[in-house]
């Protein structure tokens, strides 16, 4: 036990320390109106699409990539799918279809980053202004697309408690149990090296980026059916949200092992916390968002300086241990 705990970095508490700090905080700030129960449920209900999207696009970091084309993928696709059945008596057919476009659009993705060998944050940025063009002309020029009617179960927030739940635990297994989680991170940290020992580092980086147009695509679905109709602004700044997210927990642009699922999950939180603790405390907007550039910097600042520490820390220990061990064995 104590060996574990001696294995307990600052740098892996820190997003944990910072995401309490916010709560007590706000809730100081907020005369305790931030711990009520309504405002709980606005937490958990805000909380859920950013872990939805970043747990397709932790995959996609993991391998030293990155993905700013959810929020626009997840409305397309939803909006395109609800289109389709509109007008239809199986309009629950908007599930599969939504899936197959954003699962398509992570394809696409993939392809053109491993056969163009395109950046990733040059590809996802293109879509991210294209598909918004391409919802925006269905919604505005060609018809009103109202949600599916008879998809009112995924406005439940206790449904999508339980697919958030589902989901977190699957991409447990897949990227901590599985060979291809382990490769995804060893990517992240020396592609050159993985390609050496015979990966296919393009099969691997093409399904990351599938996995992140799918759960993007999740995301889409549950936003038309609560909002009840496709447009432009349909899951806007999702990609930022969960950009953000991903940041705050902790994990490196560079991904590699730094890559951690709970670091999703709790830096999800923090931005949720953050947004909605000044929405609490009354704070206009203009001053809100200049507030939340600042602390996110900061804490952005903070987070990066304690993991190469902790990264130069490791390497130290490392490089004693083998003198140490070189020195015995003489």
Known sequence: MREKLKNIRFADLFPFIIMVGMFIFFDVASGAKFQSAYNLKLLLQNCIAPMIGGLGVLMVVSIGGTDISVGASAGMCATIAAWIVMDTSVQWLAIPITNIFSSMVGLSVGLIVTKLHVSSFMVTLSLLIGLKG???????????????????????????????????????????????????????????????????????????????????????????????????????????????????????????????????????????????????????????????????????????????????????????????????AA
């Not at 009617?149 to 977190?168: A, C, E, H, P, Q």
Request: aromatic share 6%.
């Open 134 to 328: 391409i919802t925006g002309y269905i919604t505005t020029v060609l018809t009103t697309v109202t949600a599916p009617s008879n998809l009112g179960f995924l406005k439940s927030t206790v449904f999508n408690v339980i697919l958030l739940v589902g989901m977190v635990a699957l991409f447990s297994y897949i990227f901590g149990n599985t060979k291809f989680g382990f490769y995804c991170k060893c990517i992240g940290e020396n592609e050159r090296t993985v390609r050496a020992i015979g990966i296919n580092v393009d099969r691997i980086r093409i399904i990351c980026f599938v996995l992140s147009g799918c759960c993007a695509g999740i995301v889409g679905l549950t936003a038309i059916v609560k909002t009840g109709s496709g447009s432009m602004s349909l899951c806007n700044m999702l990609e930022m949200r969960v950009q953000m997210a991903i940041f705050l927990g902790g994990i490196l642009t560079t991904g590699g092992f730094s890559a951690r699922l709970y670091k999703v999950i709790v830096g999800s939180v923090t931005i949720v916390i953050l947004e909605n603790g000044m929405s609490v405390c009354g704070v206009g907007t203009a001053i809100s968002e200049t507030i939340e550039g600042i602390v996110l910097v900061a804490i952005l600042i903070a987070t990066v300086a304690l993991e190469r520490q902790s990264v130069r820390r490791d390497v130290a220990l490392s490089v004693k241990a083998e003198k140490e061990a070189s020195e015995a």
